[in-house]
């Protein structure tokens, strides 16, 4: 069908998925790569929640989708969605190792955006227990200057929680000792959150 002059590759279904977002959701290269390829295509084209293709491609975890998107260009790296996540927020809260690697390449990437709850993307990854993610942002943090690592290990919410907090109020084991032992960059794990508690006091409260 994407042969023929007469199909209209940005028409949306009921609940507002264009061709390209079911193709991304979906990760088939193939369509994706064909779509690309019609000049009428509108590649931005956001769902009314405000989630584009790299959005939706990123939560799935298809890395070969977001690579061939992003050669292709027109779609705004720093998008966000109603609740300003970014495409690196979405990699990260779902656990999607390869994504968030190549996102983190990406020139002009934020990797300090927070969303409405003042988390940022790492601090998702932390809080959903993703130790394979904090891993690899740790390891692309290692090549930053020393400011902007801590900046980002040790970001806290508007409730003064940091990523080590997330990890230790949630129970995630293996996030909890890939931070705390950590050589690559400093993390802070008895920083106090706004009520006066360090991680250990918290997941003990939370009975972890």
């Known amino acids: 069908m994407l042969d023929h002059s007469g ?15 079911t193709a991304c959701q979906i990760g088939n290269l193939e ?4 779509l690309l390829a019609r000049k009428e295509l509108n590649v931005a084209y956001r769902l009314p929640s405000g989630l584009n ?9 298809h890395a070969d989708v977001l690579r061939l998107i992003l050669a292709h260009g027109g779609v705004d790296i720093a998008a966000t969605d109603a609740r300003r996540n970014t495409a690196l ?8 190792v390869e994504a968030t690697k190549l996102l983190l390449t990406v020139p002009g990437i934020n990797i300090l955006a927070t969303n409405i709850l003042h988390r940022t993307a790492f601090g ?3 809080g959903h227990g993703h130790a394979k993610v904090v891993e690899a942002v740790l390891d ?3 090549t930053q200057p020393v400011q902007l690592a801590s900046a980002i290990v040790n970001a806290a919410t508007r409730l003064g929680c940091t990523p080590f907090h997330s990890a230790c109020v949630h129970g995630h084991l293996g996030v909890v000792r890939v931070l705390s ?5 400093a993390v802070d794990i008895n920083r106090l959150d ?8 918290s997941a003990v409260r939370k009975n972890r």
């Open 31 to 34: 369509i994706v790569s064909a």
């Open 53 to 61: 293709c790299l959005h939706i491609a990123a939560f799935h975890g």
């Open 89 to 96: 927020h979405a990699a990260c809260a779902r656990g999607k």
């Open 140 to 142: 692309y943090l290692a």
């Open 181 to 185: 032992n950590s050589k690559k960059v």
């Open 194 to 201: 706004a009520d006066g508690w360090e991680p250990l006091h």
């Open 124 to 126: 998702g990854a932390c």
């Open 7 to 21: 199909t209209d590759v940005n028409t949306a279904t009921g609940f507002g998925y264009s061709p390209l977002l």
